[in-house]
């Protein structure tokens, strides 16, 4: 009981506290904003805010004809005339591709400050059920595309002693779940690389920010939902659907004050300080509420696994009915 109530006193202060100390936001007035997978959904919905804060924005993604017309979305919703809205037709998958065109792009708009990696997508099914072709393309672009685009600015944040690097994970970057075994192993491999380059850049002032969305309704999500085995769909649609405008602010918020996990909801909240692990910590009352949640988050935890192992076995026992 008295645990409990020191908890509850611990929160109210964290709050209050939270609303007082607010985290330095740096501005993206002038600033070269590019942005992988810029066309569509959530890269789509924090270009918009980027350009509405002053930036230059680039769009890197394939389909010229989406670009052009995320370009003209983008171009109405700058606050200057100076704005430069530019688009990159590439492939995040090949290196050279990436480095080249950033490369020339800065030579035209000046350097990119921040750097969002949202190109991505998701194929659902048994690992056994996913084709080769599949697995090489989740791995080529979730994980590959993300690397090459750090490294291709990565010297000069480090040159030039500042810089904000984002990378877009999932909810099943932190917790494996039925469907998702290459996607998540691929959004897993993107915490590893953000916490390690926290340490490498920490020296250089630049920040690297880790975006968790929950299911947000983009495009990309409506093609996912395609390949979603039954259990799958059972599993995530308690978590609801957010729209890729309230994932984007909350995204541009964290990156600007260099948080390290960018998440929205009660859900992303829980599993997020359920597994904290060993990320850096970003302030001394954020450490307190870890400490005194994680024990009773773990049994909430244990809760929505005990859930999702019945949703198995209860499609398990009907697809084994259906067999006969
Ligand atoms: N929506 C969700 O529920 C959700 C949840 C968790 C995480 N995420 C992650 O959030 C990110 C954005 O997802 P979204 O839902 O906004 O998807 P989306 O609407 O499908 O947008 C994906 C963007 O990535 C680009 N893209 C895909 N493959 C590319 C490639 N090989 N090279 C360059 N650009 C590429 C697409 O353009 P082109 O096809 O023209 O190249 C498009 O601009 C992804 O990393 C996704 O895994 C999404």
Not at 13 to 18: D, G, H, M
Not at 21 to 50: C, D, E, M, P, Q
Not at 153 to 163: A, C, D, H, W
Not at 220 to 235: A, I, R, Y
């Amino acid at each position: 009981m008295i645990y409990i109530i020191l908890c509850l006193i611990l929160c109210g202060v964290v709050f209050y506290k939270s609303t007082i100390y607010k985290r330095h936001r740096r501005s993206l007035w002038n600033k070269h904003v590019a942005i992988t997978g810029g066309s569509s959904g959530i890269g789509k919905a924090f270009a918009i805010l980027a350009a509405k804060e002053g930036a230059h924005v680039t769009l890197l993604a394939r389909n010229v004809d989406r670009l052009e017309e995320a370009r003209n979305e983008i171009k109405q919703n700058t606050v200057t005339q100076d704005q430069i809205i530019s688009k990159v037709p590439v492939d995040v998958s090949c290196p050279e591709a990436v480095e080249n065109n950033l490369l020339e792009i800065e030579e035209t708009i000046g350097p990119v400050y921040m750097l969002v990696n949202c190109a991505g997508f998701a194929v659902c099914g048994k690992l056994e059920d996913l084709s080769e072709r599949d697995i090489k393309a989740l791995v080529d672009v979730n994980l590959m595309g993300t690397i090459y685009a750090i490294r291709a600015v990565l010297p000069k944040f480090k040159k030039r002693r500042e810089g904000i690097i984002v990378m877009t994970s999932s909810a099943v970057g932190l917790m494996g779940m039925f469907g998702y075994s290459v996607y998540s192993a691929c959004k897993f491999a993107l915490r590893g690389l953000a916490e390690s380059l926290v340490m490498e850049l920490k020296p250089y002032n630049v920040t690297v920010t880790l975006a968790l969305p929950p299911d947000t309704d983009t495009p990309g999500f409506e093609n996912e939902n395609k390949s979603k085995p039954k259990e799958t769909k059972l599993m995530s649609e308690s978590g609801g659907l957010y729209k890729p405008e309230v994932v984007a602010k909350q995204l541009l918020e964290d990156a600007l004050k260099g948080n390290f996990f960018s998440y929205v909801g009660l859900e992303s909240f829980i599993l997020t300080t359920l597994c904290v692990g060993m990320t850096s910590v970003n302030s001394v009352l954020e450490l307190l509420l870890q400490i005194c949640l994680l024990g009773p988050l773990r049994l909430i935890g244990t809760y929505y696994i005990k859930n999702f192992e019945k949703i198995v076995a209860k499609c398990f026992s009907e697809n084994h009915v259906q067999e006969k």
